[in-house]
């Protein structure tokens, strides 16, 4: 419940964002690209108060639920507010409270289960979270704001104004979150330390294989983030101007519309991923679980750059191309975050766990996000042709990114140093 509450309250609005503030709020590409950025910025001073706190202060579930709270007061407020400094405002105290919570549900998880077991069973319900809201918003969007009567841009922008009650969804789930939170499993700090507890988890993250994944984490995570700034407007573009192909609005029927609903499909491999990852950890080397993770980054941004053209080859419609570079999510997300995470947390000492996954947090939705928004917004003007976005040439650059760090990973990353090397590698890896 835990999981699935933290992912749903996020998985309501940040799929919807873009179309939401570009074709409501009529905000530029690089001023959504600053509301994307200073979202992330909580998560870069994160790792200094809230990993700090629950390793040394206070008890992590408190903590969690006090957070969520104010959270979901303040995400609820997003849906009414119409200019750019007080949106940018709100965003960045928001980011301030709601960043700290998603390292902390996995560190209050890895806390109190087995993590080569339990921890992906127990991760999987995040995913459900996510899927469930997004399809709740897409058939929100398709029953309440989508009109029987109009043309295609009329239809589109009523969904476009529909998309403002996200934030309010996102916000009573908050309020929901926080008060569970206060019936989690006591989880009090280690208070017998005395050292500040994230230079303890840096001076541990210098070392080979943590160095590596945290230099590799970087540029993934702003591929990672360029997807969920564009994948929305285009495939929400898509959904609307599909006239009458009856595979469409067969699938429209199914996800809702806005693009927001259609993207859960990856979401849902992220749950056969997931499922698979205990199987996959004692059979393949971390290493190579981050290669196909990386890998699937990389062709995922293919298929969307050349969806017509690969679909005009093979006779099928674009959607149903469109389709399986969705579904990749679930292996770009499970083979090379959710197994990040799984490192960070073997090769770091019990006492500096929390501010370690903090610290890797910041690194995937806060220097990641920051850099990756600024990126898509001035990579989107530059895919602009004459008024139009030329997708091939957007989503051509994260495909090239993707490429290059899984050379970077191959030369570099280093499986056999560090503290799990000995009792924690899989077969494969000795």
């Not at 405002?89 to 709601?98: I, N, R």
């Not at 104004?161 to 989880?187: E, Q």
Request: charged content about 10%; proline content about 3%; aromatic content about 12%.
């Amino acid at each position: 419940m835990m999981m699935l509450l933290q992912y749903a309250i996020w998985g309501a609005w940040l799929p919807l964002l873009w179309p939401y503030l570009a074709n409501v709020r009529k905000f530029s590409g690089d001023e959504i690209g600053y509301a994307f950025a200073i979202g992330a910025v909580g998560a870069v001073i994160a790792p200094f108060i809230a990993g700090q706190i629950a390793d040394r202060h206070f008890n992590t579930e408190k903590f969690l639920g006090i957070s969520h709270i104010l959270g979901g007061v303040l995400v609820f407020q997003l849906a009414s507010i119409e200019s750019l400094g007080a949106f940018l405002a709100f965003s960045f105290v928001y980011s301030l409270v709601y960043s700290p919570t998603l390292s902390l549900t996995n560190s209050i998880c890895l806390h109190h289960i087995d993590r080569d077991k339990d921890f992906a069973k127990v991760r999987i319900w995040g995913t459900v979270g996510w899927i469930a809201v997004g399809l709740a918003m897409g058939q929100w969007l398709l029953h309440s704001h989508t009109p029987a009567i109009g043309s295609a841009d009329q239809i589109a922008e009523a969904q476009y104004s529909g998309m403002a009650d996200a934030f309010r969804l996102s916000g009573v789930l908050g309020i929901v979150m926080g008060i569970y939170c206060f019936f989690l499993p006591a989880t009090p700090p280690t208070r017998g330390a005395k050292k500040n507890a994230t230079f303890e988890a840096i001076s541990e993250i210098r070392c080979q294989p943590l160095l590596m994944l945290f230099l590799l984490a970087v540029p993934i995570s702003c591929i990672h983030q360029f997807y969920f700034v564009h994948a929305a407007g285009f495939l929400g573009a898509y959904q609307a101007n599909a006239g009458e192909d009856a595979f469409t609005k067969c699938v429209n029927g199914i996800f809702g519309v806005g693009g927001g609903g259609l993207m859960t499909i990856g979401q849902m491999s992220e749950i056969v991923v997931l499922g698979l990852i205990p199987i996959a950890a004692v059979r393949w080397s971390r290493k190579s679980l981050l290669a196909i993770g990386i890998a699937a980054y990389a062709l995922r941004m293919l298929l969307f750059a050349q969806s017509a053209p690969i679909a005009a080859a093979i006779g099928v419609s674009e959607l149903a191309v469109l389709i399986p570079a969705i579904a990749l999510h679930g292996v770009c997300f499970g083979c090379f975050i959710f197994v990040s995470f799984m490192i960070v947390d073997e090769e770091t000492s019990d006492d500096v766990r929390a501010s370690a996954q903090s610290l890797y947090n910041l690194v995937i939705i806060g220097v990641g996000i920051i850099v990756g928004s600024f990126i898509a917004g001035k990579v989107a003007g530059w895919a602009t042709v004459e008024g139009s976005m030329n997708y091939s040439r957007l989503f051509g650059i994260p495909m090239w990114a993707a490429l290059g760090c899984l050379a970077a990973l191959s030369l570099f990353y280093d499986s056999k140093a560090g503290r799990g090397s000995s009792a924690l590698r899989s077969p494969t890896d000795r």
